[in-house]
């Protein structure tokens, strides 16, 4: 599996942005998903994760009400959707991918074994 995240850019606090993961492969179905961050001098951090079917999704509490992540198996690709965004989600984005079953929710990074490159938001104050 490999996994391209765009979307990144630069907005103002408050604003909102759209992360995209475009994954390869003919198994994205079979694939939990997530999105993590890392900020500049910190550890890389969990952000959202989402089912197979979507039936499941998990949030940090830094982002709940904030971030929506989806999917569409169909077009094999992820989403994380922002609003109200603060200074404070500044990070690299990556999205990250690993087979799973159906019912199951990834939300740490050693359960995911496939990473994108990752895409900078940049939320100034």
């Known amino acids: 599996v490999q996994l391209q995240a765009s979307g990144g850019g630069l907005v103002q606090a408050g604003g909102s942005l759209r992360l995209s993961c475009a994954a390869s492969?003919?198994?994205?179905?079979?694939?939990?998903m997530g999105w993590f961050r890392q900020a500049p001098g910190k550890e890389r951090e969990f952000v959202a994760a989402?089912?197979?079917?979507?039936?499941?999704?998990a949030y940090a509490d830094s982002v709940k009400d904030r971030f929506t992540i989806s999917r569409d198996n169909d077009k094999k690709t992820t989403y994380l959707q922002m609003n109200s965004l603060k200074p404070e989600d500044t990070a690299v984005y990556f999205c990250?991918?690993?087979?799973?079953?159906?019912?199951?929710?990834?939300?740490?990074?050693?359960?995911?074994?496939?990473w994108g490159q990752g895409t900078l938001v940049t939320v100034s104050s």
């Open positions: 492969g003919r198994m994205f179905s079979r694939n939990c």
């Open positions: 989402i089912s197979r079917s979507s039936a499941r999704s």
């Open positions: 990250a991918a690993n087979d799973c079953i159906l019912s199951n929710l990834l939300v740490t990074s050693r359960d995911f074994a496939y």
